[in-house]
């Protein structure tokens, strides 16, 4: 076990080697000689490196860190329990071992000690005490979090949230810790909402490995420190701010996940989505659902389906309200379209099919099973295409002439197979598969037609032939989640059960980062909501009526 020895100033960076291999950074901060060590975690490097390598990436480490920064300096890590032995030495602080073990739910925390803590070592003015952590780890109790202590109206100091923290990002089981913050307040015309159930969507996945960019770049992150993920939720106003008059404590509600500062002129006249300070919340902002409280700004809340549980209510919106701004606004789908839709038994997918019968459009999922292919009957599509049949049309980038000779005619063989089940080529089809498909989505378009796209799971850059764009004069129209007059619109097909949520599973609050990680792993077959503050399946529904669709696969 390597020990680095480092100057005993303000901050103190020890460095602990793990066992799998990893060399994790502690800073020991002191910043303040009356406060006692905070500490983070802050990065880590691959093994072995040499000491004076990790010495200088210390330094930098140290040197970057603004002086927010340095007092923020708290909470090594959750779910980590860690046993530290230091050893100090004249003027240098050295790690003479350390071991770890995982132990779920528990948080190695940092806390002022009581006065009649055991003696710490003493350097000058400055103190520290090296069992500080063994002695300090304690749990977060959330066995309990159904039961508040507080009316609506009155907030609690602290509540259990689920953390990602700059820089200690990596798979969502590790990313996505358990810890207790201090609830928010609401400022003006925000509202706090006790959170009842909370969907899991992709979005968190990509800000626990902090790819494509790390969350802490955008909205309200630099000011908080921390990410609180959750962009779907439904729940109980709890406290509202000031110049809110739409809403108050006690109303049931769901959130949809579109946030912008009213000040922006892009609000008022064009669409919040244009405006600068677009964020989605609970991704590119924090205070999102995974949480006992959450905040958001008044104009994001929408009534409550009332035939629907609090898992079924958390379920929808972040998908549901992207598919619908998709088809009928950005598209401007009419009854009778024929429409294209791939991945349709995924969690845009259903929504798509669903809004397609709405409207009286016909439509075609593309899937990959016949049990997908099921739901997507049920859900009212005209028929399916099951694409294991047509693996060839799908785009890899870089093909050879021959190759991607041999990939069009797959493609062409697929058109074929969507006019037959529509009875001619798609007015519209609905895109977020990207790399893989898009040629095949530009070539079977109908002439004029449009395709409209959200995504690109399969790769960001696309190509295609573009010939077949402009000599049949067809559209590429991008589109992102939805306003809330959109959201408000599409909730209203939800309460009167014209749309319904297709729900695959409901799991306990203690379970928000494996269900992270199921989405990671791609082992999931559905939706996934979060129980909160709702104690078990079914509560909620304040009305008869058919719920949410249960599937075995998709959504
Ligand atoms: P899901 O994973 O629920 O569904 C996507 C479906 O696409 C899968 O079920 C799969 O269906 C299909 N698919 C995946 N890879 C391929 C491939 N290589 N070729 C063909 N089909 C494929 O995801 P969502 O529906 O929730 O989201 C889809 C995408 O849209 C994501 O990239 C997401 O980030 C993005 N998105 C963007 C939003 C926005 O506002 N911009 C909002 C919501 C989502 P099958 O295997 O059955 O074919």
Redesign the pocket.
């Known amino acids: 076990m390597a020990g680095i020895a480092v100057p005993w100033s303000t901050i103190v960076a020890v460095t602990v080697a793990v066992p799998d291999g990893t060399l994790m950074f502690a800073l020991i901060a002191l910043a303040d000689t009356t406060l006692l060590p905070e500490v983070e975690l802050i990065d880590t490097v691959g093994f072995p490196a040499a000491v004076a390598e990790l010495a200088a990436a210390i330094e930098a480490v140290v040197t970057k860190a603004s002086t927010a920064k340095r007092r923020m300096m708290r909470l090594i890590c959750i779910s980590l329990s860690m046993e530290l032995s230091l050893h100090v030495e004249d003027s240098h602080l050295r790690l003479v071992g350390a071991t770890y073990h995982r132990a779920a739910g528990t948080a190695a925390r940092l806390k002022p000690q009581p006065a009649n803590a055991p003696a710490p070592d003493t350097i000058g003015h400055r103190t520290f005490n090296h069992n500080l952590l063994e002695s300090d780890t304690v749990s977060i109790d959330i066995s309990n979090i159904s039961n508040l202590s507080v009316e609506p109206g009155t907030l609690p100091d602290k509540m259990a949230a689920w953390v990602v923290r700059d820089g200690a990002f990596g798979q969502p089981i590790d990313a996505i810790k358990l810890e207790e913050v201090d609830v928010p307040q609401p400022g003006a015309f925000e509202v706090i909402v006790r959170v009842m159930a909370a969907g899991v969507?992709?979005?968190n996945v990509w800000a626990a490995r902090g790819e494509p960019v790390s969350v802490f770049r955008y909205g309200d992150h630099p000011e908080t420190g921390h990410h609180i993920g959750g962009s779907d939720a439904s729940g109980i106003v709890w406290k509202v701010g000031e110049g809110v008059t739409r809403w108050k404590a006690g109303d049931e509600v769901v959130v949809h996940c579109n946030q912008a500062s009213y000040e922006d002129p892009e609000v008022h006249g064009l669409d919040p989505l244009a405006a600068p300070s677009q964020r989605?919340w609970g991704y590119e902002t924090t205070w999102g659902s995974f949480a006992e409280f959450c905040k958001v700004q008044a104009q994001q809340l929408l009534p409550k389906p009332e035939a629907l549980s609090w898992e079924e209510a958390a379920s929808y919106g972040?998908?549901y309200f992207?598919a619908y701004r998709m088809l009928m606004d950005q598209a401007k789908i009419q009854a009778g379209d024929k429409v294209l839709i791939?991945?349709?038994?995924?969690?845009?997918?259903v929504f798509a099919t669903q809004l397609c019968a709405v409207t009286g459009a016909d439509c075609v999922g593309?899937?990959?099973?016949p049990e997908?292919g099921a739901l997507l009957e049920q859900l009212g599509a005209t028929g399916w295409i099951d694409?294991n049949e047509f693996s060839g049309m799908?785009r890899k980038g870089n093909e050879t002439p021959a190759e991607e000779k041999a990939r069009f005619k797959e493609s062409r063989r697929f058109c074929q197979a969507v006019e037959e089940i529509l009875g001619g080529p798609p007015d519209i089809v609905f895109e977020?598969?990207?790399q893989?498909?898009f040629p095949t989505s530009v070539l079977c378009v109908k002439p004029f037609g449009k395709v409209v796209i959200?995504?690109?799971?399969?790769g960001f850059n696309l190509d295609f032939d573009v010939r077949y764009l402009w000599m049949r004069q067809k559209q590429i129209i991008g589109?992102?989640?939805a306003n809330a007059w959109e959201a408000t619109r599409a909730n209203e097909l939800i309460n009167s059960s014209k749309v319904r949520p297709v729900l695959w599973k409901t799991m306990g609050f203690d379970k928000v980062a494996e269900a992270h990680q199921l989405l990671s792993d791609n082992k999931h077959l559905?939706?996934i909501s979060i129980l909160v503050g709702a104690t078990a399946e079914g509560e909620g529904k304040t009305k008869e009526g058919p719920g949410a669709i249960r599937a075995e696969v998709?959504?």
């Not at 791939?342 to 997918?349: H, S, T």
């Not at 593309?366 to 099973?369: E, K, L, Q, T, Y």
């Not at 959200?454 to 399969?458: E, I, K, N, P, V």
Request: aromatic share 8%; net charge positive; proline share 0%.
């Open positions: 969507n992709f979005n989605i972040l998908t992207t791939w991945g349709a038994a995924g969690g845009l997918g593309v899937v990959s099973s997908k694409r799908m977020h598969v990207g893989a498909t959200c995504g690109a799971t399969s589109s992102h989640f559905g939706k998709g959504a």
